[in-house]
């Protein structure tokens, strides 16, 4: 077996492994030492992207107890918000703070920073700094071969890859970054995860052709890896009652960060709401409604039919995207 083909080799392992005990993209494995203290809350999305395929993590804090990482497989089918569904992988394609929005709606937190790594720039810092993964030395070539390889293998070959980095603690330059927000944050995130286990996000797949994350799932992934939030996130319909194109994005802005996720994004019948109104489907909801209003910072709350979708329903109108 040639290095080239080592580290691929090393992932259909693990992948056959997992497979045997149902644990496929389970990604959750025995801490054996402690995880550093957890700074204040700031999470970066890191894509790192070769020739024919592209991979994505979070990494940083949540604020609940430590540092953490987790490897987004980018099969996921999410709610992208301001386009609608799609995958992980097609939110990749967009403008870093848009994918970084669509990974944060998926995972019920914010994500505050992102950049864009080229796998040869990845590759380089394992070079710079000598990885080991699966028991044997990395070298640039591992890992540009490992980072060509799309589907399950790759994105478990990138945890590897991942995981050796952060072990290796390499104190990361913003020049290692490629394309960022904000090099210097996404710098100090990936420094401060040194030496912690990445999580990959567990992605089941239901109807043929259709992988999805359980909510249940996303959830302890989030406990495993940052040590929360433990939290129930709430499902929100999202209806452009106003016409402006991509207010989906806007109001995910506002509402992720409160513990809410938009699980639909559609037009509504018509472009003329003037107001933003938030519908719950009973009176039991009021409350949720209201923290929905609260966190857009517009709009009124009503009682109707529930959709059975989702407990809350925003019809965003012209005083959101007013910039009221």
Do not use: C, Y
């Amino acid at each position: 077996m040639t290095r080239r083909m080592g580290l691929v080799a090393v992932a259909l392992a693990v992948l056959l492994a997992a497979a045997a005990t149902g644990l496929v993209l389970a990604g959750q494995r025995e801490v054996t030492t402690p995880p550093p203290a957890a700074p204040a809350p700031s999470l970066a999305l890191v894509v790192v992207r070769g020739e024919a395929a592209a991979f994505a993590a979070v990494v940083g804090s949540t604020g609940r107890g430590r540092l953490g990482a987790i490897v987004v497989p980018t099969e996921l089918t999410v709610t992208i918000p301001g386009q609608g569904d799609g995958t992980v992988g097609d939110a990749l394609d967009l403008p870093g703070r848009q994918a970084a929005t669509a990974i944060a709606n998926l995972l019920g937190v914010w994500i505050d920073h992102h950049a864009e790594i080229p796998a040869s720039a990845l590759a380089a810092v394992v070079d710079r700094v000598g990885v080991e993964a699966g028991g044997a030395e990395l070298d640039e070539r591992d890992v540009l071969a490992s980072l060509e390889t799309p589907g399950r293998a790759g994105t478990i070959a990138f945890e590897l890859v991942l995981e050796g980095l952060l072990r290796a603690a390499p104190g990361w330059e913003a020049a290692d970054l490629g394309e960022a927000d904000d090099p210097t944050a996404v710098a100090e995130a990936l420094t401060g995860a040194a030496g912690v286990d990445v999580v990959v996000l567990p992605a089941e797949e239901g109807t043929p052709g259709i992988v999805r994350a359980d909510p249940e799932a996303v959830r302890e992934t989030l406990v495993a890896a940052f040590g929360g939030p433990d939290r129930e996130v709430v499902s929100v319909i999202v209806l452009n009652g106003s016409g402006v194109p991509g207010v989906g994005e806007i109001v995910a802005e506002r509402i992720v960060p409160g513990g809410f996720r938009i699980v639909v994004n559609e037009n509504a019948s018509t472009f003329d709401h003037e107001e933003t109104l938030v519908v719950v489907g009973s009176a039991d909801d009021v409350p949720l409604g209201e923290r929905v209003r609260d966190l857009l910072g517009v709009g009124s709350v009503s009682v109707s039919v529930s959709s059975g979708i989702a407990p809350v329903t925003v019809v965003v109108g012209k005083d959101l995207t007013s910039g009221g």
